[in-house]
């Protein structure tokens, strides 16, 4: 797979309003500034951006297997040692 090259901008005289609009919609949105300027200047652009692939858990669900050893070992790791707590 080939890396993408990116570039870097700078952008001056961003109005405090401006600046408070736009980082509040990242935050509304859960996603960085720098996330919610990218999808700005592509859709503008109308370049889109490469969706982020994401692996598909599915295969491994509800695969678990008990397992003697690994239940013993997490029941030692629940032991409380009181004399911590003092």
Do not use: C
């Not at 999808?39 to 370049?47: A, F, H, K, L, P």
């Amino acid at each position: 797979m080939q890396a993408r090259k990116s570039h870097q901008y700078t952008i001056r005289g961003v109005p405090a309003e401006v600046d408070r609009a736009l980082r509040a919609k990242a935050r509304q949105r859960r996603i960085s500034l720098n996330q919610l300027l990218l999808e700005g200047i592509s859709q503008t652009s109308g370049v889109r951006q490469p969706r982020i692939k994401y692996r598909s858990l599915k295969s491994i669900a509800g695969r678990w297997q008990e397992d003697e050893e690994f239940e013993r070992i997490l029941k030692e790791q629940r032991q409380i040692d009181w004399s911590a707590w003092k």
